[in-house]
């Protein structure tokens, strides 16, 4: 089973309310990922975990949070969404053979 | 700023064309890969291609890979209605860094 699961699908916010996104994986996978896809632009790399141990990006440094509780499950928080958040969030994971399985997204609308 | 971009942002064929995507890309790596992504759905790749391998196909698919142009193409043979997608390229340097353009939406007309 190569699948990645996200939940919601969807999510309706309003502004300065928290988010809280799912993903899972039963592949056993090392490495689970956060991309934020907006229309007409490229995925953006969010965070990643690699096991246990979590990297994020420069410039969301501060506006994503994340948590691992075990190899299976990662979710993605936002404190107080803010309208620029609205957008498609993509869930991966790898093992070493690099390549990425997405999950299908959740699509977050900040009201 | 981006490091991968494909090109052209949209094109349209006719069901049974053939068709190339282009990508340039900014970074060394280790990798490229090629993603599609249907319409309510994930991306799911197409083809990974190592830096030291200059070409790679996978059915109807072949890429090619260019290190000292940094760049890389995606030709699609005798296209179907569902090849209608938007095609990623996206370079990998090693770590588990994985970075994407903004795709090029292939539109396949029946």
């Known amino acids: 089973d190569t699948t990645v699961k996200q939940n919601p699908r969807y999510k309706l916010a309003r502004v300065g309310k928290p988010v809280n996104l799912i993903c899972s994986q039963t592949m056993n996978h090392d490495t689970m990922y956060w991309y934020q896809k907006k229309p007409n632009q490229a995925p953006k790399l969010l965070l990643f975990?690699?096991?246990?141990?979590?990297?994020r990006e420069a410039d969301t440094f501060e506006k994503f949070q994340s948590s691992r509780p075990n190899n299976s499950f990662c979710s993605l928080y936002i404190g107080s969404a803010g309208l620029e958040y609205s957008a498609m969030y993509l869930c991966a994971s790898s093992r070493d053979t690099g390549q990425l399985y997405f999950g299908e997204g959740s699509k977050l609308t900040v009201l | 700023s981006q490091l991968a971009e494909e090109n052209p942002w949209a094109l349209s064929v006719h069901e049974g064309e053939s068709v190339t995507v282009n990508c340039s890309y900014k970074t060394s790596i280790t990798a490229l890969q090629w993603y599609r992504q249907k319409s309510g759905e994930g991306p799911a790749q197409l083809i990974l291609i190592r830096s030291n391998e200059r070409e790679k196909r996978n059915g109807r698919l072949r890429a090619t890979l260019d290190t000292s142009s940094q760049s890389s193409s995606l030709s699609i043979t005798a296209t179907r209605c569902e090849d209608t997608a938007v095609y990623f390229c996206a370079t990998h340097t090693g770590y588990q860094n994985f970075y994407f353009g903004k795709g090029t939406s292939l539109t396949v007309i029946p």
């Open positions: 975990y690699y096991d246990k141990i979590l990297n």
